[in-house]
């Protein structure tokens, strides 16, 4: 295992899990974090999709554990951490990694909310009522991720 990886990793989930505290909007029963996408496109450009998948797994978990996240940020975050890294992985594009982070939150995420949000927590919403704030949140965050990447690259500051 490499420690840098390993350190970068656990920083980008401290902020998740500090900055989703500060910065969310509430959307039914769901918290929108617009970091969580920063930081999915982000670890999904500098480390892949397992540790992009790995943080976004590790932010939900301290989250819900601390009683600041909800169930559904699971499939949303992991699905769009897990989409933008292997987009990057197979083209070496960042923009195509937002819009995996885009699809994999805003519209797989979504859908696959549903049954948590209607079996697991007890809310019976309709199987595409997560898509609409999913996308708002995912749209969000995904574009200052990218605006960060590019400053990163025009500055040529070190972030691989």
């Not at 999709?49 to 301290?62: D, N, R």
Request: charged share 10%; glycine share 10%; proline share 4%.
């Amino acid at each position: 295992m490499d420690t840098k990886k390993i350190t970068y990793s656990a920083m980008l989930t401290a902020i998740g899990v500090l900055f989703a505290n500060f910065i969310f909007f509430p959307v039914g029963v769901s918290k929108t974090t617009p970091i969580q996408h920063i930081i999915n496109v982000i670890s999904a450009v500098t480390l892949g999709p397992g540790y992009a998948v790995l943080i976004a797994f590790s932010i939900s978990l301290i989250r819900n554990f601390i009683g600041t996240g909800t169930l559904l940020a699971f499939p949303g975050s992991m699905i769009g951490a897990f989409f933008a890294g292997l987009l990057y992985k197979k083209t070496n594009k960042k923009l195509l990694a937002v819009f995996g982070e885009i699809f994999g939150t805003g519209i797989v995420g979504a859908i696959l909310a549903f049954p948590i949000a209607k079996y697991v927590i007890g809310k019976d919403v309709g199987a595409f009522f997560f898509v609409m704030p999913f996308l708002i949140n995912t749209v969000t965050g995904s574009i200052i991720a990218f605006i960060i990447l590019e400053v990163l690259d025009k500055t040529k500051s070190f972030y691989k």
